[in-house]
């Protein structure tokens, strides 16, 4: 991520090269993995509840939660998301992913993140550096958020209420890049539990970085 002054006319690309090459950081961390791989959890640390099958699927489905169900009035206002079967999508019936019963396979959860990495893409691409910093969303504060927000060095800035913090577009942006870092990082500690070798170099930005994080190991 950028760290240089730019201008408000610049490309929201700009600030977030790092899409470029996100998804194959990912696809290269877990493509040769079997189903049971994929399946395993475990009770005994927090970051193995969600297997490396559902982190992906929620890795999926939280871009067009973000880019379509709350910012989608804004970002396209003609409907042109192209995202088809949002509810299944990013507003299922399963905790934060996609439908299990419908998104399931790998190829498929991995062609769904593909789709929406790219549509983040598109984002920045047609809208600028200004656009994206002066456009803003509630967001909803937790003991959980009080932690993430040290890791945006702008574009969070907190409210009278201390349940609230307005979020530039900006910061949604760098938001999203920060679940998709962090949790690869679940994923190759899930990887490393059940002993097998790590591919990819997670970049050590975001969440999973910042002082207070949970970054044990099996």
Do not use: C
């Amino acid at each position: 991520m950028t760290s240089q002054p730019v201008s408000d006319d610049s490309p929201g690309t700009v600030l977030f090269p790092e899409y470029a090459t996100l998804y194959d950081l990912i696809a290269a961390e877990v493509r040769d993995l079997t189903d049971e791989q994929l399946d395993f959890r475990s009770d005994e640390w927090g970051w193995a509840d969600w297997s490396i099958r559902v982190q992906l699927s929620h890795m999926a489905s939280l871009i067009p939660r973000w880019l379509v169900l709350r910012l989608g009035d804004t970002l396209f206002p003609d409907g042109d998301h192209g995202v088809d079967d949002v509810n299944a999508i990013a507003n299922s019936d399963f905790d934060r992913r996609m439908d299990d019963n419908k998104y399931h396979a790998l190829s498929v959860i991995l062609g769904k993140l593909k789709e929406f990495i790219v549509l983040a893409q598109r984002v920045l691409s047609e809208r600028n550096v200004g656009f994206l910093r002066a456009q803003s969303v509630i967001q909803q504060q937790n003991l959980q958020w009080q932690l993430m927000n040290k890791a945006h060095p702008t574009g969070v800035n907190l409210t009278d209420d201390p349940t609230k913090a307005v979020m530039l577009y900006e910061a949604v942006m760098r938001h999203i890049y920060f679940e998709e870092t962090t949790h690869l990082f679940n994923i190759q500690r899930i990887k490393r539990a059940q002993g097998l070798t790590t591919v990819s170099d997670v970049p050590k930005v975001g969440y999973w970085a910042i002082y207070g994080w949970d970054t044990s190991e099996a």
